[in-house]
């Protein structure tokens, strides 16, 4: 299933799987993958939450006060994605579908994540504290394909 994911889209989900881990879950989650993204300072995704005028730092802390205590130590090793993150991942493929992007990368994951979580919160990206559509519009700004001067 990820062979469309690029480099900075794998490892944010190996960093994902590191998170669940160090948080003692035994399968990765929506969350988890929030972790992933934002850990890989240098990627498109932290350059479009940037360009919402979204700090990382800010949303470090919310996912920390979310998980609270971490639970009891599991077993390293590579976790099950759990459903919410399985649609998370799909959503992505599908956006990338959208935009004729033959690649998923972290901006494809954030974009999912942030449609994700609108649907759940009535439009607004609880995580983020804004509506989703200004993410999915810095997303449009950043990875739309050129259009030439005729509009084609």
Request: hydrophobic residues 40%.
């Given at each position: 299933?990820?062979?469309?994911?690029?480099?900075?889209?794998v490892?944010?989900?190996?960093?994902?799987?590191?998170?669940?881990?160090?948080?003692?879950?035994?399968?990765?989650?929506?969350?988890?993958?929030?972790?992933?993204?934002?850990?890989?300072?240098?990627?498109p995704?932290?350059?479009?939450?940037?360009?919402?005028?979204?700090?990382?730092?800010?949303?470090?802390?919310?996912?920390?006060?979310?998980?609270?205590?971490?639970?009891p130590?599991?077993?390293?090793?590579?976790?099950?994605v759990?459903?919410?993150?399985?649609?998370?991942?799909?959503?992505?493929i599908?956006?990338?579908?959208?935009y004729d992007?033959?690649?998923?990368?972290?901006?494809?994951?954030?974009?999912?994540?942030?449609?994700?979580?609108?649907?759940?919160?009535?439009?607004h990206?609880?995580?983020?504290?804004?509506?989703?559509?200004?993410?999915?519009?810095?997303?449009?700004?950043?990875?739309?394909p050129?259009?030439?001067?005729?509009?084609?």
């Amino acid at each position: 299933m990820l062979e469309r994911f690029n480099s900075i889209a794998v490892r944010s989900i190996q960093y994902a799987n590191q998170a669940a881990h160090r948080l003692g879950y035994t399968s990765i989650g929506a969350n988890h993958l929030w972790a992933g993204i934002l850990r890989y300072r240098t990627s498109p995704a932290n350059a479009t939450l940037a360009s919402c005028g979204v700090r990382r730092s800010a949303i470090v802390r919310r996912l920390r006060l979310q998980h609270g205590v971490p639970r009891p130590p599991v077993p390293p090793g590579r976790r099950p994605v759990d459903p919410d993150a399985k649609s998370v991942i799909q959503l992505a493929i599908a956006i990338a579908d959208e935009y004729d992007h033959t690649f998923i990368g972290s901006e494809h994951i954030l974009l999912a994540l942030s449609r994700h979580c609108a649907d759940a919160v009535s439009g607004h990206i609880e995580l983020l504290d804004l509506p989703y559509s200004v993410v999915e519009n810095a997303f449009a700004r950043r990875f739309a394909p050129p259009t030439t001067q005729y509009g084609g």
